[in-house]
Structures are given as structure tokens and as C-alpha cells.
Nanobody, 116 residues
Framework: QARLVESGGGLVQPGGSLTLSCAVS????????INWYRRQAPGKESELIA?????????NITDSVKGRFTISRDDGKSTVYLRMNNLQPEDTGVYYC????????WGQGTQVTVSS
């Protein structure tokens, strides 16, 4: 069964850094695009903040986090990373990875809390 599993979230002070991982199994990782979404509060719509295509041919970071977040992938590990630097309280939320193949797949999410 296809799975996406996020990890790497936690509590960090403003200005700190985290690297989130999205480990993918039972999907043709090398040819799929992986997206990172963020939901900043329960009931609030999730925001697409980054995506990376197969073989890292294309990627994008949304303007609100551009310059602070980077996305990368390791095809050998079937894992996509979201490196987040200079984190701010407004970056607090649940981060999800997602992909579309035969259907849409979501991970369970990882909580990021930025607070002093």
C-alpha cells in the first residue's frame, strides 16, 4: 500500500531551522511530483508551499517562504526534504506531503511549532 510519511517537525525558537522529510513507499518515486502543504490552523485551508518534480527538473517555493525554505529530493532514498530556515511564528502549523499518481496520497502530517 502506498504511503507518505512525514517526519522532522517539532518545537523551535524563532530564527531556528528544521528539516522535514517525506518518505515515500510503494509508488514510482522517481517519476512523481511531491508537494508540501501547510495548514496553519484547524479549519484553515491548507496552503501549497513547495513542490518538486521528478528528477528535480522543476521545483517551486511559494513567495511567502521563498528565501527561507528549500525543497530537495533523494531518489535513492525515495525521500523529499523541506529545509526551513529562519523560522517565524507564522510558520507554525501542520506540514503535509502529497502526491497524485493513480489517486491522491497524503501523509499524516508533522507538527511544526515556532515559539519562544
Amino acid at each position: 500500500q502506498a504511503r507518505l510519511v512525514e517526519s522532522g517537525g517539532g518545537l523551535v525558537q524563532p530564527g531556528g531551522s528544521l528539516t522535514l522529510s517525506c518518505a515515500v513507499s510503494e509508488l514510482p518515486f522517481r517519476v512523481i511530483t511531491i508537494n508540501w502543504y501547510r495548514r496553519q490552523a484547524p479549519g484553515k485551508e491548507s496552503e501549497l508551499i513547495a513542490w518538486i518534480s521528478r528528477m528535480s527538473i522543476k521545483s517551486n517555493i511559494t513567495d511567502s517562504v521563498k528565501g527561507r525554505f528549500t525543497i530537495s529530493r533523494d531518489d535513492g532514498k525515495s525521500t523529499v526534504y523541506l529545509r526551513m530556515n529562519n523560522l517565524q511564528p507564522e510558520d507554525t502549523g501542520v506540514y503535509y506531503c502529497n502526491t497524485n499518481w493513480d489517486t491522491e496520497y497524503w501523509g499524516q502530517g508533522t507538527q511544526v511549532t515556532v515559539s519562544s
